[in-house]
């Protein structure tokens, strides 16, 4: 149930980052920002920790910034195999898009999901 609901969270994130940032990044619909979405979670559990694993010296010397690099490169991937449904235009803009989806999901799961966690023992 909480893979859907940051399936869903990620896919409205996407719809506004769409929005906000039309030119460099583009959507073909809802749709194909769950799809997106799907994909990414799906990517980041067979394809992210073969890329932490490969560049963990990076990732350890730069104190784990090099983690937002790797999403860059889970959404840039992502960008190629959903085609044209699903654009990004560059790997600057992936990388900004990968901060600021942390920065979205980690004030999304303090205030909302951690809470009615917490609520439900």
């Not at 719809?15 to 940032?21: C, E, K, P, T, V």
């Not at 394809?47 to 694993?53: C, G, H, K, Q």
């Not at 104190?63 to 190629?80: C, P, Q, S």
């Not at 992936?94 to 999901?113: D, E, Y």
Request: aromatic share 12%; charged share 10%.
């Amino acid at each position: 149930m909480r893979w859907l609901i940051g399936c869903l969270i990620n896919a409205v994130l996407f719809m506004a980052l769409a929005g906000y940032f039309h030119e460099s990044f583009q959507l073909t619909g809802f749709w194909a920002a769950l799809q997106a979405s799907i994909l990414l979670s799906i990517l980041n559990v067979l394809v992210r920790p073969l890329l932490i694993l490969f560049t963990l010296p990076v990732t350890v010397l730069t104190m784990g910034l090099f983690l937002f690099v790797i999403n860059a490169m889970t959404l840039e991937l992502t960008d190629y195999l959903m085609g044209d449904a699903f654009e990004i235009n560059g790997f600057g803009m992936a990388l900004f898009f990968a901060v600021l989806m942390s920065l979205v999901n980690i004030v999304i799961q303090k205030t909302i999901l951690e809470p009615s966690r917490k609520a439900k023992k």
